[in-house]
């Protein structure tokens, strides 16, 4: 198994601050805009985001929420791995919010369908947008397009891209992996 | 993600330790998902559940009922006592004309102990048992030993005392069981006609006075008299039941501590539990009754997991 760096913690770290200045752009000071992190590792990026935005470019009161959307998947007993659910923690209001999904990789667009699904039980959202660090293009399954993009990549079936934060594998790092 | 060690839900007798813990972590999120504004998901869209009721049951079925509609299952119905069964088909025949109308997993409730395990060894359909007979109700007891972690944080070492008509109880059953293999110490109290003779081999505590037994406990649950199942006088009145068995909100107070109260349902107010004391704090029994409802959402799900296309 061989693996390619993609992304190095300092091209992570100014990839990360340029999706920053774009969410500023468009969400000023985000009193109408709520952050979400797709669980399980949707949230490290998001996490990541929220301090960003809070420390570096002064934004107060960002509002920050994970989803699970294992109860939603369209792949529940076609696998063989036990679908393993994560916690989900919205305690704000969705109702007629502008919502960023954040989710570390992009690929078949099928979470993102399934975490559409799942906010619809919060409440009607304004409008959705969708940040992704990576976005693999051309393996997308579903008509679904990230907004905001840290890297596109073009990866083929049997690679995978693994994205590490130094919060759970000491590094801030994004490796391209040969199966 | 560890998976159930059983493909249908007979008892809990057939569980292991892990098999209750990955029940209780899946029964946290589905707590929560039922505590949303939009209350159901789509999980179990494909997958068609058979409710097989051949005793009346009220609580249970309705609880079920609403588990399956929450994960979004296909749900059928069936009571014995508008059906067939009271034209003389078997069992087996029942249940596999139902099973040929594609039906994935059957919950079944049924008077006489081991019906589920009979069914689960001739048909092709995952089981739960809702309750047979005087032997188990295990999502009574998975619910019950929920509500108890849920209330102090963990169930190992805390001391349970079960009240009342234990003979006749499959509640009284699987509570033993599931406490037992959490860690909990457990004690039977009740009159010695409802305390089987069979019940100090479980390892259990066995008293018969209801003071003694509750300076001993942090949690009583006290079960119902099951007078529908007393083919014999086994006490000589109801109201002399109810002086010796009865816990009243003065009987509470006498205690030096404050004990918690659980209730596996339907009270009957005024003989196992006075109102004030069914409507206190202390008494746990309504949520048991949300708790119930998570918890069958987490067995049906895990073991609709275990069924491949």
Redesign the interface.
Same mark, same amino acid.
């Given at each position: 198994m061989g693996q390619k760096v993609l992304l190095n913690a300092k091209e992570v770290n100014i990839i990360l601050h340029r999706l920053a200045c774009q969410l500023i752009e468009n969400h000023n000071d985000f009193s109408n805009t709520v952050l979400i992190g797709l669980q399980p590792r949707g949230k490290y990026l998001a996490s990541r985001l929220a301090t960003m935005l809070k420390n570096d470019y002064k934004i107060k009161n960002i509002e920050l929420g994970h989803l699970d959307i294992t109860f939603f998947r369209d792949d529940f007993r076609r696998g063989e791995k036990i679908l393993e659910a994560n916690t989900t923690e919205i305690n704000f209001l969705v109702e007629d919010k502008n919502i960023v999904f954040i989710d570390d990789v992009l690929y078949t667009g099928r979470s993102i369908r399934a975490a559409l699904t799942a906010i619809q039980s919060f409440g009607r959202p304004n409008e959705i947008e969708l940040l992704t660090l990576i976005d693999r293009r051309f393996s997308r399954h579903l008509p679904i397009q990230p907004n905001y993009s840290g890297r596109q990549v073009d990866a083929i079936n049997d690679e995978k891209v693994k994205v590490n934060w130094v919060e759970n594998e000491g590094e801030d790092s994004v490796y391209l992996v040969n199966s | 993600?560890?998976?159930l060690s059983v493909n249908h839900l007979l008892g809990i007798k057939y569980l292991n330790k892990k098999d209750m813990q990955l029940i209780f972590e899946?029964t946290d /999120?589905f707590k929560?998902?039922i505590n949303? $504004?939009?209350?159901?998901? $789509?999980? !179990?869209r494909d997958i068609t559940i058979a409710n097989l009721f051949f005793e009346n049951s009220t609580r249970t079925k309705l609880s079920f009922e609403l588990a399956e509609k929450r !994960?979004s299952a296909d749900v059928i119905n069936f009571s014995a006592s508008q059906s067939s069964v009271k034209k003389g088909e078997t069992l087996i025949d029942t249940v596999n004309n139902i099973l040929s109308m594609k039906v994935d997993m059957v919950v079944m409730r049924h008077p006489n102990p081991g019906a589920g395990v009979f069914l689960s060894q001739h048909v092709d359909a995952s089981i739960i048992n809702a309750g047979d007979g005087a032997h188990e109700h295990p999502t009574q007891a998975l619910l019950d030993t929920y509500s108890i972690r849920e209330r102090f944080g963990e169930v190992r070492g805390k001391n349970v005392v079960i009240v009342g008509d234990i003979l006749h109880s499959r509640v009284a059953l699987s509570n033993i069981y599931a406490l037992q293999l959490l860690g909990a110490n457990v004690m039977v109290c009740g009159p010695k006609t409802l305390l089987p003779k069979y019940i100090k081999g479980l390892g259990v505590k066995v008293e018969t006075n209801l003071q003694k037994a509750l300076n001993w406990c942090d949690v009583a649950n006290m079960l119902r008299v099951q007078n529908e199942r007393m083919d014999i006088s086994y006490f000589p009145s109801t109201r002399e039941y109810t002086q010796q068995y009865g816990v009243t909100k003065t009987l509470l107070d006498s205690l030096d501590k404050e004990i918690t109260i659980m209730h596996p349902g339907p009270i009957n107010r005024g003989v196992e539990i006075t109102s004030d004391v069914a409507d206190s704090k202390q008494a746990i029994i309504l949520d048991q009754v949300q708790n119930g409802v998570a918890i069958r959402m987490a067995v049906i799900?895990l073991l609709?997991?275990k069924?491949? /296309?």
């Open positions: - | 993600m560890s998976e899946t /999120h929560e998902v949303r $504004p939009i209350k159901k998901v $789509p999980s !179990l !994960l799900y609709a997991s069924i491949k /296309h």
